[in-house]
């Protein structure tokens, strides 16, 4: 598979897609964007707006070289020459199937073609490709631009080299590759999120708490821990001196009372429009993006404290930090 990645096409820019552009354009890499939407320049536009800013918050210094930001009028001139290619179109299958396969019909074989699908299956996904060994899940989270994990997962006929080739170049971009080894829908992390989503929709809907109060009840707690000592470093600890094993003979038996709810709730209109108003008077006026802001302004705090700290993400940013400099001798 191709090592040596200089421009990417970005199919979709949307959240997920503008903010691949951003973090590839700070590493020195070209991309390339085939986006249908008329309004594409301006929304990619602002998002890398808001990117540069949390950006030079990071990194003080820009880049040696910033890659270039171009647009193409249909996804076989956008992957005409490019690298690798990042697709990051709206989560449907047949959708996603249709946009690989006109990518492989005109990537030479080496170029990898990753899916931010953020919970549909590679081996269906690759389905309708002529080389589907070259297409591999990257499935990111946003911002993109800042936070680094990216899952990697390969399907039923994906190359043995291609996980490790695309983990290769995520982590020459400051990601934190981790290799979801079995195929499953929702990978490893969606899980664990849509878990959390579940219960709290049902929490909304019965009107035990509103999307305020359960915010809080993340943000002011567990929210804080995890941002370095994931689920089992923590409850090690809760066990005290006697560890994990204490704990789960404590608080074990627990998991079994009906607390929660496995069933997903019916996304009724009331729901909808209760989740959506209450969302939106948490938000007391502030749009989107300055919203977007507040939220990078705090990232990027937390990843510099990581950093100092020499821990969890922090240990990303020590690598993208140290990759930018090398490039810079260089350029
Ligand atoms: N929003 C999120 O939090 C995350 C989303 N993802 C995944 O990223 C992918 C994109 O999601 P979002 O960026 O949130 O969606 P979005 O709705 O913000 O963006 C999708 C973009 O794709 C464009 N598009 C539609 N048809 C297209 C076509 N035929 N060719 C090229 N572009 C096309 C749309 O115009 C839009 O700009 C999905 O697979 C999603 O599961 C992954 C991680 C997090
Ligand atoms: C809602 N979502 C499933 C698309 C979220 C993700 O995939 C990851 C994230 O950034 O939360």
Same mark, same amino acid.
Request: glycine letters at 8%; proline letters at 5%; charged letters at 25%.
């Given at each position: 598979?191709?090592?040596?990645?200089?421009?990417?096409?970005?199919?979709?820019?949307? #959240?997920? &897609? @503008?903010?691949?552009?951003?973090?590839?354009?700070?590493?020195?890499? /070209?991309?390339?964007?085939?986006?249908? *939407?008329?309004?594409?320049?301006?929304?990619? %536009?602002?998002?890398?707006?808001? @990117?540069?800013? !949390?950006?030079?918050?990071?990194?003080?210094?820009?880049? !040696?070289?910033?890659?270039?930001? /171009?647009?193409? @009028?249909?996804?076989?001139?956008?992957? /005409?020459?490019? $690298?690798?290619?990042?697709?990051?179109?709206?989560?449907?299958? *047949?959708?996603?199937?249709?946009?690989?396969?006109? @990518? $492989?019909?005109?990537?030479?074989?080496? #170029?990898?073609?990753?899916?931010?699908?953020? &919970?549909?299956?590679?081996?269906?996904?690759?389905?309708?490709?002529?080389?589907?060994?070259?297409?591999?899940?990257?499935?990111?989270?946003?911002?993109?631009?800042?936070?680094?994990? #990216?899952? #990697?997962?390969? %399907?039923? =006929?994906?190359?043995?080299?291609?996980?490790?080739?695309?983990?290769?170049?995520?982590?020459?971009?400051?990601?934190?590759? +981790?290799?979801?080894?079995?195929?499953? *829908?929702?990978?490893?992390? $969606?899980?664990?999120?849509?878990?959390?989503?579940?219960?709290?929709?049902?929490?909304?809907? *019965? %009107?035990?708490?509103?999307?305020?109060?359960?915010?809080?009840?993340?943000?002011?707690? =567990?929210?804080?821990?995890?941002?370095?000592?994931?689920?089992? &470093?923590?409850?090690?600890?809760?066990? %005290?001196?006697?560890?994990?094993?204490?704990?789960? !003979?404590?608080?074990?038996?627990? +998991?079994?009372?009906?607390?929660?709810?496995?069933? =997903?709730?019916?996304?009724?209109?009331?729901?909808?429009?209760?989740?959506?108003?209450?969302?939106?008077?948490? =938000? !007391?006026?502030?749009?989107?993006?300055?919203?977007?802001?507040?939220?990078? $302004?705090?990232?990027?705090?937390? +990843?510099?404290?990581?950093?100092?700290?020499?821990?969890?993400?922090?240990?990303?940013?020590?690598?993208?930090?140290?990759?930018?400099?090398?490039?810079?001798?260089?350029?």
């Amino acid at each position: 598979m191709r090592r040596d990645i200089r421009r990417v096409a970005l199919l979709g820019a949307g #959240v997920i &897609g @503008a903010g691949w552009a951003a973090r590839l354009v700070e590493s020195g890499i /070209d991309v390339v964007v085939a986006d249908p *939407d008329p309004e594409v320049h301006r929304k990619t %536009g602002a998002v890398l707006q808001n @990117a540069e800013r !949390a950006l030079r918050a990071l990194f003080p210094e820009p880049p !040696a070289r910033r890659g270039s930001v /171009d647009y193409a @009028a249909s996804v076989e001139a956008a992957v /005409d020459g490019a $690298d690798f290619v990042q697709e990051s179109a709206p989560e449907r299958e *047949d959708l996603k199937r249709a946009l690989l396969a006109r @990518a $492989d019909a005109v990537a030479p074989a080496d #170029v990898i073609l990753a899916t931010s699908t953020s &919970g549909l299956l590679p081996s269906r996904l690759q389905a309708d490709c002529r080389h589907p060994g070259r297409v591999v899940v990257g499935h990111p989270f946003n911002p993109v631009y800042l936070l680094p994990l #990216v899952e #990697v997962c390969g %399907g039923a =006929a994906t190359a043995p080299e291609t996980v490790p080739a695309a983990s290769a170049f995520y982590a020459s971009i400051g990601m934190h590759p +981790l290799h979801v080894r079995t195929e499953i *829908d929702g990978f490893v992390a $969606d899980r664990l999120l849509e878990a959390l989503w579940r219960e709290a929709l049902h929490l909304v809907n *019965d %009107g035990v708490a509103t999307t305020d109060e359960i915010d809080r009840a993340i943000c002011h707690g =567990a929210g804080l821990r995890w941002a370095f000592m994931g689920t089992f &470093g923590i409850y090690r600890l809760a066990g %005290g001196e006697a560890g994990m094993r204490h704990f789960m !003979a404590q608080f074990g038996p627990a +998991l079994k009372l009906p607390w929660t709810r496995l069933e =997903a709730p019916e996304l009724t209109e009331a729901l909808v429009d209760r989740v959506s108003e209450q969302a939106e008077a948490q =938000a !007391a006026g502030r749009s989107v993006r300055d919203m977007e802001r507040s939220r990078d $302004d705090a990232l990027v705090a937390i +990843l510099r404290a990581l950093e100092a700290q020499g821990i969890g993400a922090g240990a990303d940013l020590a690598r993208w930090r140290q990759g930018r400099e090398i490039m810079s001798k260089f350029d």
